[in-house]
């Protein structure tokens, strides 16, 4: 059950990105939180199983709202769990 830092850079504030993120996290099983950055990224810490994190950053990659235009994601792997119970948005 991996831990995972993504931050999400592009056109992804102001168009649904959080809300669709936390949406698509549930549906994966996938824990942790996403917030908007005050540079005008989106940051997302997530765990989970590794076939259900992997398919959830998949989502993520592609820009999970139509209004959304990721332009590249970072991704960490830490082996740490930081042992969350659901994914929220954090404000």
């Not at 991996?2 to 993120?21: C, D, K, L, S």
């Not at 990224?41 to 990659?61: N, T």
Request: aromatic letters at 8%; glycine letters at 10%.
């Amino acid at each position: 059950m991996p831990f995972t830092q993504i931050v999400v850079h592009g056109q992804v504030q102001g168009v649904g990105f959080r809300a669709t993120a936390k949406n698509i996290a549930d549906q994966h099983q996938v824990k942790g939180w996403v917030k908007n950055t005050a540079y005008g990224a989106v940051e997302i810490e997530a765990e989970g199983d590794q076939e259900e994190l992997d398919a959830f950053i998949g989502k993520i990659k592609d820009g999970p709202t139509p209004f959304a235009k990721v332009e590249s994601v970072d991704i960490e792997r830490k082996e740490e769990l930081k042992g969350y119970k659901e994914f929220k948005i954090v404000h």
